[in-house]
């Protein structure tokens, strides 16, 4: 079975800073897919970003970016210019590429404060 | 706005009792999964339906029940609650069966058992 660990529970960073969450993941398989959720204070999940393992260009999405390191099964989440609405919760989830196995699997979150 | 609607957004109930959760997937989506995000356990997928069937199953437990109806709505029914239930349910939809398809995610429910 696949598992996501997020060693940090809680990271804190200066408005306009940059910060790293780091997440590592254990799985077997070659194909699959890896995403950042943000989970603020309404506890509405939002996707931040995804990667797909097959590309080895890392993704980013605006101030938003990710160091995918396949072999080294780590997927970080770097945040620039942090913003005071970047405050949250952060998952890490990793999504089988097999069409029976379509289900997320989260790691336990990294609570991220942005300090004015 | 996601798109995907849970009703109610609060429920509260005793021991023992049995809830129905509500959850309307985006408008063209085929396939519903229900989440559990619970202090202990984290967020632990529970059931995925496709198209009124059920596709996958995951950590849920036996006095918990699901069904997708004609319409593509999903109820997750929960039963014989117990307090280590309280939990916020989450329902997400995605497009179909492809893995590139994105689940998205309604507001949740927030079920509190005392």
């Known amino acids: 079975a696949q598992t996501v660990t997020q060693s940090q529970p809680e990271m804190s960073v200066q408005e306009a800073e940059t910060v790293t969450l780091s997440c590592t993941y254990d799985t077997s398989e070659s194909d699959y897919y890896l995403f950042w959720y943000k989970q603020p204070p309404s506890r509405q999940m939002i996707l931040v970003i995804r990667?797909?393992?097959?590309?080895?260009q890392n993704a980013t999405e605006n101030r938003f970016s990710v160091n995918f390191q396949k072999a080294a099964k780590s997927f970080s989440l770097k945040i620039s210019d942090s913003q005071l609405g970047d405050a949250a919760m952060y998952f890490c989830?990793?999504?089988?590429?097999?069409?029976?196995?379509?289900?997320?699997?989260f790691g336990q979150g990294t609570r991220l404060t942005i300090n004015p | 706005d996601s798109g995907v609607t849970q009703t109610p957004k609060h429920l509260i109930t005793a021991t023992g009792q049995r809830v129905t959760l509500r959850c309307s997937p985006r408008?063209?989506?085929?396939?519903v999964y229900w989440y559990q995000q619970s202090l202990d356990q984290g967020l632990q997928f529970l059931i995925q339906y496709y198209n009124g069937e059920e596709r996958a199953k995951g950590n849920i437990l036996e006095r918990f029940s699901a069904q997708q109806f004609p319409d593509l709505h999903s109820e997750l029914n929960l039963s014989s609650l117990e307090l280590g239930d309280s939990a916020l349910y989450f329902c997400?939809?995605?497009?179909?069966?492809?893995?590139?398809?994105?689940?998205?995610f309604g507001p949740g429910t927030r079920l509190t058992v005392t």
């Open positions: 997400a939809s995605s497009v179909g069966l492809g893995t590139s398809h994105e689940q998205y």
């Open positions: 990667q797909e393992a097959y590309k080895q």
């Open positions: 408008s063209g989506d085929l396939s």
């Open positions: 989830a990793y999504r089988s590429a097999n069409q029976g196995a379509q289900k997320l699997v």
